[in-house]
C-alpha cells in the first residue's frame, strides 16, 4: 500500500487549506491515518490522527479548533481541512498510516506508531 498526499500550496494567513491522503489500495489492516508536519530545521510533529475502526480523533494542542481530520472510507482516503492558517503553520505535511494493531491512545501521536508514509506535501503561510 502506498500513500499519496495532495492538496498543499501556499495561502495568506487566515486562509484555508485542504490536504488529502489517498491508499493506493484498500487494506483490512490499516488501523490508524494521521498527519504530520516538519517545519524548516525542527523536528517532525504530530498534527492530528483518527482510528480506522473503534473512533478516535486527536488532534496537536496547536491546531485544535482550526484542522479538521476526517475520512472516507469509499476513496480509503483521509482529509486534512486547515482553517486560520498561522505563518508557523508553514511545514512540508506527511501522510501516514499504521497497519497492524489498532493503536492505544498514547500511540496515536508518537510517529513511530506509523509504519506507512506519503511523500510529503508543503504548506507555505505568509504573513
Known amino acids: 500500500v502506498q500513500l499519496q498526499a495532495s492538496g498543499g500550496g501556499s495561502v495568506q494567513a487566515g486562509g484555508s487549506l485542504r490536504l488529502s491522503c489517498a491508499a493506493s489500495e484498500r487494506s483490512a489492516s490499516v488501523s490508524a491515518m494521521g498527519w504530520f508536519r516538519q517545519a524548516p530545521g525542527k523536528e517532525r510533529e504530530f498534527v492530528a490522527a483518527?482510528?480506522?475502526?473503534?473512533?478516535?480523533?486527536y488532534y496537536e494542542d496547536s491546531v485544535k479548533g482550526r484542522f479538521i481530520i476526517s475520512r472516507d472510507n469509499a476513496k480509503n482516503s483521509i482529509n486534512l481541512q486547515m482553517n486560520s492558517l498561522k505563518p508557523e503553520d508553514t511545514a512540508v505535511y506527511y501522510c501516514?498510516?499504521?497497519?497492524?494493531?489498532?493503536?492505544?491512545?498514547?500511540?496515536?501521536?508518537?510517529?513511530?506508531?506509523?509504519?506507512?508514509w506519503g511523500q510529503g506535501t508543503l504548506v507555505t503561510v505568509s504573513s
Open positions: 501516514a498510516a499504521k497497519e497492524g494493531p489498532r493503536p492505544i491512545t498514547s500511540e496515536m501521536r508518537r510517529d513511530r506508531a506509523y509504519n506507512m
Open positions: 483518527l482510528r480506522w475502526s473503534g473512533g478516535g480523533i
